[in-house]
């Protein structure tokens, strides 16, 4: 396709912002450090322009986690070198909404869902919209927020792994359901080279539509994970 028709296609598209603000006293996982916006220049102070200092985590805000984060052995990449192909491409919005608090989607949902709405193909970004970003709130109204979510279950990672799809997202802190046994979802999603997005937004906009994602990581040598700011393309129709 020539760069004039590339122009053409995206101009019938509409982007869709599927990522969360960093901002101090959002809701972050409990056992991750918090994120801080320091001033340090100001036309208030004297200066002759603003700028801010950021102290953050790798995994907070809406962010991806490199291979690394859980498996731990040198041929599985960090941050910097996961191939950006794996976090752009087409995607599916799975409406998880159904489920309640620590309950887990599984391979029987994701058949149900095919065959209503037909099949995850090899390369999709698969999204799961479980509806928890509606209790998304800053401290020290995160609480519900960040306690017992909903997740991927291991027959639904094992699923999707087999179905070689691109990457995984959710809205949730973490793929896995709060306090599930040995993350299952992380471990096998990671280890079959799947990333994973966490802390999507605005998921009900995307219920049966095909898109394309896309969420661009910062290149921090050999992070864990990384910040992103993804959106997703769809159809203006």
């Known amino acids: 396709m020539s760069l004039q028709k590339l122009c053409e296609a995206l101009s019938d598209m509409e982007l869709v912002e599927v990522g969360q603000y960093l901002e101090e006293g959002m809701p972050t996982h409990p056992s991750h450090s918090k994120f801080y916006k320091v001033r340090w220049h100001g036309f208030q102070l004297g200066d002759t322009c603003n700028d801010f200092q950021l102290i953050l985590n790798e995994h907070n805000g809406t962010h991806v986690d490199s291979f690394g984060h859980y498996i731990d052995q040198p041929d599985f990449a960090f941050i910097d070198q996961i191939p950006l192909e794996n976090l752009c491409g087409p995607c599916i919005t799975v409406d998880a909404t159904f489920l309640k608090a620590q309950e887990t989607v599984e391979k029987e949902h994701l058949l149900a869902w095919e065959a209503a709405h037909g099949p995850i193909r090899g390369g999709d970004g698969v999204l799961f919209d479980f509806g928890w970003m509606k209790y998304w709130n800053l401290r020290p109204n995160d609480r ?94």
């Open 144 to 237: 519900q927020f960040c306690h017992n979510y909903p997740g991927v279950g291991a027959t639904a990672a094992a699923y999707l792994a087999e179905k070689k799809v691109r990457m995984v997202g959710v809205d949730t802190l973490s793929v896995d359901k709060d306090q599930a046994d040995s993350d299952p979802a992380h471990n096998l999603l990671l280890s079959h080279r799947i990333p994973v997005v966490e802390n999507l937004r605005n998921l009900e906009k995307l219920h049966d539509k095909r898109g394309y994602f896309i969420a661009l990581p910062l290149l921090i040598r050999d992070g864990s994970a990384s910040p992103v700011r993804p959106v997703v393309l769809v159809d203006r129709t």
